[in-house]
């Protein structure tokens, strides 16, 4: 582990029967970070994922998560962290307090402190009241909570949640991404989190790695990423008028490098950040009426997109 | 070895299996059959049936080829009492020692294969237990109610079949020294033997269906020894059951070696991919 990095992956490789699936990756989580691994189905961030639990050996590489390597000491890399799985991965015969408390023995914990976990986690969770029944009863967001309960169980300082809020409504959604997020902020959690949903990684994330076929073909803070895709700063003008002469006056402009109209708005695309001021200037000066001045920001569904097309 | 995560693991598949109907109900409906049902049919039918019907071919060829030892046991009874007795004794050994066996399969199959078709595995491979935690909990989970079964079975039958005897032989016939030796060395060895061959099948299998259905034919070799009994090619003597425990101790620790070292949790959640 370097100094600042809760999780380091260093050339991780990963072959099944010959095939390469995992190629080469290599990362660094801080603590406290909200790391999002983006990729579509197959791209390979489950088994990353399993690779930096110790579950899995890695083929070549090495990794460490609070300082254990996970290729020699994966007992202790397990117990210092807490996997919230694709699947819901629960006993659906048993209830959900058999299930906490299976886990919980595992753990290590017994007794009254065992119960008062158990407790607590449904209680924050909002299944105090279902504690008894059985989990082959629950909904799909009851599941996922009863499931990220289970990986918060022995209060881990690392989390992996994988797909977290897939398959649930968008309230249930946004509870676990409110959780998500205040386990990073408020409890200082460290969390790995797989997911195709580019909303919820640009809403969550601060930094991102975009896996593709086993690879990592970028990594990046959204906005670092969108900066180096876009170099030049697209801005949306509103004018009041927008006749021909104001529209020729402005595709003259030196500062000005194309423009576009689309819509009835009109996009302008300048060297950089420094000109918006100059434009604004020159078409107050033309004796242009502006209303608005908005700088374009690509939404991180366009980044990935342009990512994966780029590295095709 | 941590033996609470081990208990804890075996608990927790026990509870599981407990609480799904379509594995024990099947489980309780042949327990009786062997322990209840056959017994009583088979005395009633020799007590109901005239004694020269009861002298059939194969019958007539096994008292023929009966060792003198067996001829020494049932020396001064009657034919029907002779052929209650080897019935009790001997016919139905084989087949008692299916009910442990199916017992430890179903539990093993279900905790292994079963576990990794519904998906729950992989919570409890990401947990901190070692691989050797992981299999002996399992193994504990399906031969200790084999056992349990097979001891509530073996009493079961010892009474049904003294109680529906009594009334020919006047006394408790039920059960000898063969009997002692049969449920203390050969019914754990046929547990563990139903549970190896369990562990090596599901470790591959990707269903419980799959699974149990491969290793549901560890029952064949029970089936040729009740066949071999018949047509009095073997007989189970108290020596033939002890070598034939030794026999399957020593089959169970090379299977169950074999089991042990194949269960890697890399192995299994690499099946899973």
């Given at each position: 582990m370097t100094e600042t990095n809760v999780i380091d992956a260093k050339n991780l490789v990963r072959e099944f029967n010959g095939k390469?699936?995992?190629?080469r990756v290599s990362f660094g989580i801080k603590e406290g970070e909200i790391f999002g691994f983006l990729g579509p189905n197959g791209a390979g961030k489950t088994t990353t994922v399993r690779l930096l639990s110790g579950v899995l050996a890695p083929t070549e590489g090495s990794a460490w998560v609070m300082g254990y390597d996970?290729?020699?000491?994966p007992l202790e890399v397990r117990k210092v962290i807490g996997v919230l799985t694709e699947?819901?991965?629960?006993?659906?015969?048993?209830?959900a307090k058999e299930n906490l408390a299976f886990f919980g023995h595992l753990y290590g914990l017994d007794g009254e402190m065992l119960n008062n976990r158990i407790n607590e986690l449904l209680q924050f969770f909002g299944l105090q009241e279902k504690?008894?029944?059985?989990?082959?009863?629950?909904?799909t967001g009851m599941k996922k909570r009863l499931s990220l309960a289970r990986a918060l169980f022995h209060d881990p300082p690392v989390l992996f949640l994988d797909e977290?809020?897939?398959?649930?409504d968008p309230e249930g959604a946004r509870l676990i991404r409110n959780h998500i997020n205040e386990l990073s902020k408020e409890e200082k959690r460290t969390i790995f989190l797989c997911t195709h949903n580019l909303e919820e990684a640009k809403e969550l994330c601060s930094r991102v790695a975009i896996i593709d076929n086993g690879k990592i073909i970028a990594i990046g803070s959204p906005e670092d990423l969108e900066r180096d895709l876009w170099q030049k700063t697209e801005v949306e003008v509103n004018l009041d008028e927008a006749n021909n002469e104001m529209l020729k006056f402005i595709r003259e402009?030196?500062?000005?490098?194309n423009m576009r109209i689309d819509k009835e708005k009109i996009f302008i695309e300048l060297g950089?950040?420094?000109?918006i001021p100059v434009l604004v200037e020159e078409i107050v000066h033309k004796g242009g009426r502006i209303f608005s001045v908005n700088q374009v920001s690509h939404s991180l569904e366009e980044i990935y997109f342009r990512i994966r097309e780029e590295k095709k | 070895m941590n033996w609470h995560n081990v208990i804890t693991i075996a608990r927790k598949d026990i509870k599981e299996v407990r609480e799904n109907k379509s594995i024990w109900i099947p489980m309780i409906v042949v327990f009786l059959i062997f322990s209840v049902v056959l017994p009583v049919i088979f005395i009633l039918a020799i007590l109901h049936t005239a004694e020269s019907e009861l002298m059939t071919e194969p019958m007539k060829t096994f008292f023929q080829n009966m060792p003198t030892s067996l001829t020494n046991q049932i020396a001064g009874m009657t034919l029907e009492q002779q052929m209650i007795y080897l019935a009790v004794t001997y016919f139905f050994a084989p087949l008692f020692l299916i009910l442990p066996l199916m017992v430890s399969n179903i539990f093993a199959v279900d905790s292994f294969a079963g576990e990794k078709e519904r998906k729950t595995i992989e919570a409890l491979l990401y947990t901190p237990t070692t691989d050797k935690e992981l299999i002996m909990g399992k193994l504990l989970a399906a031969f200790v109610p084999s056992q349990i079964i097979a001891w509530i079975g073996f009493v079961i039958y010892s009474i049904v079949v003294n109680l529906t005897g009594y009334p020919t032989f006047?006394?408790?016939?039920?059960?000898g020294l063969l009997w002692v030796v049969l449920m203390l060395w050969i019914v754990p060895a046929v547990s563990l033997f139903g549970l190896g061959v369990s562990v090596l099948v599901s470790i591959k299998a990707k269903s419980f269906q799959e699974a149990y259905q491969i290793s549901g034919s560890v029952v064949l070799p029970f089936i040729a020894i009740l066949l071999m009994q018949i047509f009095g090619v073997i007989y189970l003597s108290i020596w033939f059951t002890l070598v034939l425990g030794l026999l399957f101790w020593v089959v169970d620790w090379i299977i169950l070696y074999i089991g042990t070292k194949k269960f890697r949790r890399g192995e299994i959640i690499a099946n899973m991919v």
């Open positions: 390469r699936v995992i190629n996970v290729r020699s000491e699947t819901s991965s629960l006993y659906e015969r048993l209830s504690s008894m029944d059985k989990v082959g009863t629950f909904s977290p809020t897939s398959g649930l402009l030196e500062i000005v490098m950089s950040q420094n000109d | 006047g006394r408790i016939f039920f059960p």
